[in-house]
């Protein structure tokens, strides 16, 4: 098992040494060491996806995405300088954008992976016009609602279903800004799925696309994940 | 969202025909959905269904598919399905007017479904006929060429006649090759068999060191060492290698292939053959652009007299164990798959989204499989490369080009057509070869590449001063450079595959910001955002697409400044919100449409 086997390489991340393990990317290892390199896309327990580009850092230079680029022991990277950051705060002022996100009144705030990441690369505003696309809910599912606004096209449930529930529940429909998320039913709807509520793409989105139906605000905003440490400090963890 | 009845399974005649033919192979997928529609006019639920079933795959999956490429419909089109090329050399001869004529006569709106479903009308991207436009694509399968007024007219009729597409008149299908300078590719087609015998000859190490000792470099754009990339495959470990040829030429202004692929096919095949010698491989195929469907027939019937003449197939030209054979994949609308790592996606009956790389084609390729993926031109090199030697290719063009490059020509002169130069040729003697006066820019590569001023037309075609892909787009000084990249930001909104953010809403975001300088609401604000969109896309970009789609704009912003300052209105923050727009919806929910429904214009 490549996790037993101690790490003997490094590279330099803002300066500080990274060790890092055979095959391991940057964002692997720099998770491992506890460090926080901003992403929304990526989860540890998913292959790479690439999608989302907030873990762009640069590699010797060259800007490439941590999650996609396997460390090597020459690397000298630069992910927390304002340029990146700023970089990372007009990505995520694009997702905001192109869906309808009013953290006010989702259920996921305090929760949600996007807005977190927002209130820590600083973001006041969305910069950019806002799209306000038409993306009507799917609340035909008995437990588990769907809200398509929020989608920032991560494909983890797509993952999730396919590779841990075994159900093939989600996937990804037609292209440029109009790509959106398909369910896999013959109505199209949720309910004509066998997706359950203990289904681990029940509780893998990053953002407030699918939540639980009847548990509204059971714990107050303000004493939720990322109201009590930000998102950057919880990655940081014992380090911090 | 869709009806509530169950769908059905009772397959029908032509799904059973199509999948029949394709032996329920879920990565003929792409394959599949094109054949279906073509005998049906569009996708059903009921078959998306069907072929989920058929091919085990998820129903989403299907539709996933179908609703990637631009060529499927999962709704009815209608019998006449009439697309005008909308690139900007289309509109540069008139393409706009002609079809809007041609939606005033059959009364209907741009991308609507006509009277009794019979027809509709809409746009597509560069169709690869711009030397010979405006042109027409119709039911993806024939083209119109050198579009006007009385075509137009006459077309209404047959449209509304129901005069099938075959008994249209057939100068109007007519597809010229316009070579217009020819060199050591577009001369006289050699000997078929004579550049694959010269290559079995000296055996795949030899033809592989031949190949290094050329030089050559991918003609696609990109400019990698085919000799390397051959070689990185041969090495990778794999029980099959695959030779593919990249025929999908999207770019917009590129049209080189299509002459290629008409007239020197069997050199495009014999390099292939070359290249399956070199690195050991059995299978070949070829993603031909949807546009070019018109094109497989021949290309099939070539394949068949290869097979017949011992130089495809089992023992090629009596070589024992050397067996290879080659299999066409025709695209289905998207630019996108002219990158190597979507193509094989699509080729494996998939949505055209890049792949994380590495791995690298090389490595793990076509269904795992190391694989090259060659322009065509490269591969017409290459069989020249195998009768005249690396030596001698290599004396032709630069230090760091050799050999020839093919370009399309197009925009504001007098010969458009293929012009095939040495490397290390100057933008000027091309743009007074083809017979360009008064020339105000040149786009050299495509949107893609990068656009030239005046200033500049002193610049060499070569990988180390201007590097392009084969396209070469005219503007006289009675164009708009601003309207150029507006068209190209619009290209760029309507083929981002939508997989990574930045190009997925920022080539959005661009065309929507062009559209907003030129409906007149232009401010100093909306430059710096531009600016910042081209600078994020380039560096933060999943692939070469959105890395390139801000080229146009950045280029025209530093180099045409005054076609961008006089739509700037205000020095100041203009709102890209239209409040007396946005009421236009209360305005038609109520019937009204009085001066105190709008707001006040404030000038």
């Known amino acids: 098992m490549t996790d037993k086997v101690a790490p003997v390489q490094s590279f330099l991340l803002d300066g500080k040494k990274v060790l890092f393990r055979a095959d391991e990317t940057i964002l692997q290892a720099a998770t491992r060491a506890y460090h926080y390199i901003p992403h929304l896309c990526w989860h540890a327990d998913f292959p790479a996806h690439g999608s989302c580009r907030l873990c762009s850092v640069k590699v010797n230079g060259q800007t490439a995405a941590a999650c996609t680029v396997r460390a090597a022991p020459d690397q000298v990277i630069e992910s927390d300088t304002e340029e990146l950051n700023g970089q990372r705060k007009r990505l995520l002022q694009m997702l905001f954008i192109e869906g309808n996100h009013f953290c006010p009144s989702c259920e996921k705030s305090g929760n949600c992976l996007l807005q977190a990441t927002a209130y820590q690369m600083g973001m006041l505003g969305p910069h950019f016009e806002e799209f306000y696309p038409d993306r009507p809910v799917d609340a035909s599912h008995p437990d588990i609602l769907l809200d398509f606004n929020r989608c920032i096209l991560c494909e983890l449930c797509v993952k999730a279903s396919r590779d841990v529930d075994g159900k093939n529940v989600f996937s990804i429909g037609g292209h440029g800004i109009a790509s959106h998320l398909l369910v896999n039913s013959e109505s199209g709807k949720l309910v004509d799925t066998t997706m359950a509520l203990d289904d681990r793409a029940a509780h893998i989105c990053p953002v407030g696309v699918i939540l639980p139906k009847r548990r509204g605000f059971a714990v107050p905003i303000g004493q939720r994940r990322f109201d009590e440490k930000s998102v950057a400090q919880q990655a940081q963890g014992e380090a911090s | ?603």
Not at chain 2, 66 to 73: D, I, T, W
Not at chain 2, 109 to 115: E, H, K, R, T
Not at chain 2, 331 to 339: D, F, H, R, T
């Open chain 2, 1 to 603: 969202m869709y009806s509530n009845k169950p769908l059905s399974t009772a397959v029908n005649s032509p799904v059973q025909a199509v999948l029949a033919r394709y032996g329920a192979d879920p990565h003929a997928l792409v394959q599949i959905l094109r054949e279906l529609q073509h005998l049906q006019g569009w996708l059903t639920r009921d078959n998306l269904y069907q072929l989920a079933t058929a091919l085990g795959l998820t129903l989403a999956q299907v539709e996933g598919v179908a609703g990637f490429y631009r060529f499927f419909h999962t709704r009815p089109v209608g019998a006449y399905r009439v697309l005008f090329s909308d690139n900007v050399t289309d509109r540069m001869l008139g393409s706009q007017a002609l079809m809007t004529d041609l939606c005033r006569r059959l009364g209907v709106a741009p991308g609507q479904l006509g009277d009794d479903a019979l027809f509709s009308v809409d746009q597509t991207s560069c169709t690869g006929l711009c030397d010979q436009g405006p042109a027409l694509l119709i039911n993806y399968q024939w083209v119109v060429t050198r579009l006007d007024a009385e075509r137009v007219a006459r077309l209404a009729e047959l449209i509304r006649a129901r005069v099938p597409v075959a008994q249209w008149p057939a100068q109007w299908f007519e597809v010229r090759d316009n070579v217009r300078r020819a060199d050591v590719l577009l001369g006289a087609p050699s000997e078929p068999g004579a550049a694959l015998a010269a290559a079995l000859a000296r055996g795949p190490t030899a033809m592989l060191a031949d190949i290094k000792r050329s030089r050559l470099r991918g003609r696609g754009g990109a400019g990698f060492a085919t000799g390397l990339k051959w070689e990185l495959c041969r090495q990778a470990p794999g029980v099959e290698h695959v030779v593919v040829c990249n025929a999908d030429e999207g770019e917009p202004g590129t049209f080189k292939d299509r002459v290629l692929l008409s007239r020197h096919a069997a050199a495009v095949f014999e390099g292939m053959t070359i290249a399956a010698h070199v690195i050991g491989a059995r299978r070949g195929l070829l993603y031909l652009r949807g546009e070019y469907r018109y094109l497989l027939e021949p290309l099939l019937a070539l394949l068949q007299v290869r097979r017949d003449s011992h130089l495809l197939g089992t023992s090629i030209a009596g070589q024992q164990g050397f067996n290879f054979d080659i299999a066409i994949h025709v695209g289905a609308g998207a630019y996108v798959c002219g990158e190597e790592s979507a193509l094989i996606e699509s080729l494996e009956g998939k949505r055209g989204t890049p792949r994380i790389r590495p791995p690298f084609p090389v490595q793990r390729g076509y269904l795992g499989h190391p694989t090259i993926v060659n322009n065509v031109e490269t591969f017409c090199a290459v069989a020249a490369i195998a009768l005249q030697g690396g030596a001698w290719w290599a004396t032709i063009g630069t230090a760091e080009s050799t050999g020839t490059k093919i370009h399309s020509v197009s925009g504001d002169c007098q010969r458009p057509g293929l012009y095939e130069y040495p490397y290390g040729t100057r933008i000027d003697a091309i743009l007074q070869d083809c017979g360009a006066r008064d020339t105000q820019a040149v786009q050299v590569g495509g949107p893609s590449g990068i656009c030239l001023s005046d200033s500049e037309f002193d610049r060499r075609i070569a990988f180390e001063d201007v590097p392009t892909a084969g396209a070469f787009m005219v503007f006289d000084r009675s164009r708009d450079m601003f309207e150029v990249a507006r068209s190209f930001a619009h290209f760029f909104a309507h083929e981002s595959c939508g997989f990574c953010t930045p190009c997925r809403v920022g080539t959005e975001l661009v065309a929507r910001r062009l559209d907003k300088l030129a409906a007149g609401h232009g401010s100093s604000d909306d430059l710096v955002v531009l600016i910042e969109l081209d600078r994020l896309l380039h560096s933060a970009s999943h692939c070469g697409l959105g890395a390139s789609a801000c080229n146009p704009l950045r280029d025209t912003i530093l180099k045409f400044r005054p076609a961008y300052q006089q739509r700037i209105k205000s020095p100041h923050f203009e709102p890209a919100f239209d409040l007396d727009a946005e009421l236009s919806i209360a305005r038609r929910m109520t019937g009204r449409d009085d001066a105190d429904a709008h707001f006040e214009n404030e000038s």
